[in-house]
């Protein structure tokens, strides 16, 4: 029974503690209408939790008035960040919207040109051929110095030219340039790689 009326002893305080616990937080952190309705969201993303503070209804301040004071500030720092995240939440999608509409309007206006650069009568055309016809489409700057089919008649040259030829549209290259530059890179990259898997394979 002694053990019995320890345990028992035991577990009330647990629960004491506990209880005292829970109401201090919840006097320090009192919820505007429960965790669930309170969530800020923005897109879907979860950018803070609304709390009661300073000017809510029903908030009551901390007697102390250093404590109503520190509350105060961590309130105003709490909003503060909560903004910050909420804007900078827009300013990303805003921006990724940006984006993709001029992606749209690159690739309606540049599509053209580059089908008929990659492409014959629907059929890829080789490397050889892209190689040779890089010129036309890459941008005007690009570090790029044209051939020609003659200059391709070995295999071995068209090893060495491939090779030049990625380094100018490869992604690593092209970090610094601009959107139109990186679409066109990217396109060109995706050719020649593709047309130099099917001429290894016809060597191997």
Known sequence: MLHLSRAAHATRMRVAVARCFAVSLFRRYREKAGCEASLNTSGGATVGLTL??????????PANPAAAAGQAARFAAMQASQRAAVAALEGRKQAEAAVADAEMGLRARLDPALAAWSEEYGKKRNIRALLAGMHTVLWSGAKWKAVSLGDLLEDKAVLKCYRRAVLVVHSD???????????????????LTQAFNEFNGSCS
Not at 52 to 61: L, N, Q, S
Not at 174 to 191: H, M, P, Q, S, Y
């Open 173 to 191: 290259r092209t970090v610094n340039l601009g959107l139109e530059e990186k679409f066109i890179a990217k396109r060109v990259f995706d050719a």
């Open 52 to 61: 009661k503070g300073p000017g809510d209804p029903g908030f009551v301040p």
